[in-house]
């Protein structure tokens, strides 16, 4: 257990519907990061707070939203689900802005169907 | 554009020989480079990082080169063990860029054969 909590584990859903992907990062750190693996792919960064605040953004759809809320974790939302969608989503966290290796929970794979 | 790229999508090592794993980057303004390892259903672990001002960082086993000039990166791994069968990310950050988000490879899936 890495101390990143990400629910739910697995997520299926229909195209056009709108999930919600819930972070908790390990206690005392500020910073959570989204990242996204497609097929065959390295993984994408998406977004990233810091205590509360956005501090960085990647490739990060439209569709796509996040926030940090006031004890620190996080939900990512996804809407307009299109079938590349599908991929796994992991978050992973760090004491500080700008800390590097920093701890990543175990992911949510999301099928868009 | 692929900034990070990990050639050999997979390797395989016999038990105690040594392990090597390329990555290369074409984004000068990284200056900090690390590897990941990840088990199936696992979120990646971070294994060791090297920064832009040293050649060579050792942990253990584990052994990060870093060759500037040909913005190129290795791990070895000696002597490989069963249990480093995984799949391994090369990973780069610019500080320059003010943003500590990460650039991943696609990651090489090791296989360490007993």
């Known amino acids: 257990d890495s101390g990143v909590t990400q629910t739910p584990k697995h997520l299926i859903t229909a195209t056009g519907q709108r999930v919600t992907l819930r972070c908790s990062p390990r206690?005392?750190?500020?910073?959570v990061y989204w990242y996204q693996q497609s097929l065959d792919q390295g993984l994408q960064f998406l977004i990233q707070y810091y205590n509360g605040e956005e501090r960085a953004k990647g490739n990060i759809l439209e569709r796509f939203s996040a926030q940090q809320f006031p004890d620190l974790h996080s939900e990512l939302n996804l809407s307009s689900l299109e079938l590349g969608d599908s991929a796994l989503y992991f978050c992973?966290?760090?004491?500080?802005?700008?800390?590097?290796?920093?701890?990543f929970g175990s992911g949510t794979r999301l099928t868009v169907v | 554009d692929q900034q990070v790229k990990q050639n050999s999508p997979s390797l395989s090592v016999q038990e105690g020989r040594i392990s090597i794993l390329n990555c290369d980057y074409t984004n000068s303004m990284f200056d900090y480079f690390l590897w990941y390892k990840k088990y199936p259903a696992e979120g990646p672990t971070f294994l060791i990082s090297i920064s832009s001002i040293k050649d060579k960082n050792e942990d253990g086993r584990f052994t990060v080169f870093l060759n500037k000039s040909a913005k190129h990166l290795s791990l070895h791994i000696v002597p490989s063990q069963p249990g480093d069968s995984a799949v391994y990310f090369c990973?780069?950050?610019?500080?320059?860029?003010?943003?500590?988000?990460?650039?991943f490879g696609k990651g090489t899936k090791l296989s360490v054969i007993p």
């Open positions: 992973a966290s760090s004491v500080v802005d700008g800390a590097y290796g920093y701890t």
């Open positions: 990973a780069a950050s610019g500080t320059g860029a003010g943003s500590y988000q990460l650039t």
């Open positions: 206690s005392g750190d500020l910073s």
